[in-house]
């Protein structure tokens, strides 16, 4: 039976469309109280409204995590603060040698410093407290680096060693930090971002649903566990690369020649 967020607040970041919108709406089905955070107010209304059917008791905050007042404001406009989901972030995929430099710097402001700054927000209320839960949103992209997609790569690879590091130093202290890294996902997000220039074997990894990640999500914030990856596939790819790196980035380079 999944956990129950009632009496809970969740702060969700980049809760407008996508994994964060479907985690919003897990988290009201869980009971929680939730305050959402987005750029685009008319959709984060949206999303509010469907969070309010379901019974929560929800409210919104216009954010710009590459602002840190606006990181700020959103952390002091929740009551109470149990839980933040560290998701809002976007992707360009280039080869390194052609990337945007102002592009490759706004994706390392959104994604990595966004995180920075609402987690440094929260971080003070929750060890005050002795009690919290922040969940990184990541990606497979932080523990494998893929061809044309350097510049992601680099925050996702940034934010896993900023979460390893933060549950290291806040272990014993009451808050728990966990890591939510999935693969593709059935989100406008890799349409902005332009799947076909992803490496073609890593096209292989079916899609997953953002209910399936949604509910990681939920569920990491109920357990505190280090690391979630999926889909399976992905795990076990993950796993490999870990243990033989040579190995998994020869593989992946062979297989996306020939299906390229």
């Known amino acids: 039976m999944p956990s129950s967020f009632v009496t809970k607040t969740v702060v969700i970041t980049g809760a407008s469309s996508g994994i964060g919108r479907a985690a919003a709406l897990e988290f009201a089905r869980r009971g929680a109280d939730l305050v959402l955070a987005a750029r685009r107010a008319e959709q984060l209304e949206t999303v509010a409204a469907e969070c309010r059917a379901l019974g929560a008791r929800c409210s919104i905050v216009v954010t710009d995590v ?89 925050t996702k690879f940034a934010m896993i060693g900023f979460t390893e590091a933060l549950r290291d130093e806040v272990i014993g202290r009451g808050v728990r930090v966990a890591m939510v890294c999935p693969g593709t996902t059935d989100t406008e997000f890799f349409l902005q971002a332009e799947r076909e220039k992803m490496p073609g074997a890593s096209r292989l990894i079916p899609a997953v649903r953002p209910e399936t990640i949604a509910r990681a999500i939920a569920d990491a914030a109920a357990d505190g566990r280090y690391r979630r990856i999926l889909p399976f596939g992905a795990a076990a790819y993950m796993r490999f690369k870990e243990l033989f790196p040579r190995a998994a980035h020869l593989f992946m380079r062979r297989v996306s020649a020939w299906l390229e």
Not at 74 to 98: M, R, Y
Not at 121 to 148: D, E, F, K, Q
């Open 66 to 154: 590459t602002k840190r007042d606006d990181c700020v404001r959103l952390v002091e406009s929740a009551p109470q603060l149990d839980v933040l989901v560290n998701n809002a972030g976007f992707a360009a995929f280039d080869a390194i040698e052609s990337a945007k430099p102002d592009e490759l710097e706004s994706m390392m402001q959104t994604n990595f410093f966004g995180m920075v700054r609402c987690t440094q927000a929260a971080l003070p209320r929750m060890l005050a407290r002795g009690s919290g839960t922040i969940v990184n949103v990541s990606s497979i992209a932080g523990i494998m680096g893929y061809a044309g997609m350097g510049g992601y790569c680099a």
